[in-house]
């Protein structure tokens, strides 16, 4: 039901957009999230954005430099992430919460396939 796209390999500094698309409405009321999991490691929570109104939330780390936006038109939520750096290395997943503005995972009832980042020195 997500599909989500952009990931590639770049250099430190450069810049990147994901998208991801949902097959369907999404109501006012749900909540899109990214996020990642960094080879080895667990899968940690990057930004959110309330469909309807708007509102973000971003994790410290990325705060300034990725902006989450939304396209209620064309069901797509985007993640620009500019100044990318090594630890931004991973692969990214959209999803969909019903349960409101939450950073924890199992709040993220779809998901999508995951889309691979490389940031390279």
């Known amino acids: 039901q997500l599909q989500a796209s952009g990931g590639g390999l770049v250099q430190a500094g450069d810049s990147l957009r994901l998208s991801c698309v949902a097959n369907?409405?999404?109501?006012?009321?749900?909540?899109m999230g990214w996020f990642r999991r960094p080879p080895g490691k667990e899968r940690e929570f990057v930004s959110a954005?309330?469909?309807?109104?708007?509102?973000?939330y971003y994790t410290r780390s990325v705060e300034g430099r990725f902006t989450i936006s939304r396209n209620k038109a064309e069901n797509t939520v985007y993640l620009q992430m500019n100044n990318l750096k090594l630890e931004d290395t991973a692969t990214y997943y959209c999803?969909?919460?019903?349960?409101?503005?939450?950073?924890?995972?199992?709040?993220?009832?779809?998901w999508g396939q995951g889309t691979l980042v490389t940031v390279s020195s």
């Open positions: 999803a969909r919460s019903y349960s409101g503005l939450s950073t924890v995972e199992k709040d993220y009832a779809d």
């Open positions: 369907g409405r999404i109501y006012s009321s749900s909540v």
């Open positions: 954005i309330r469909w309807g109104v708007g509102n973000t």
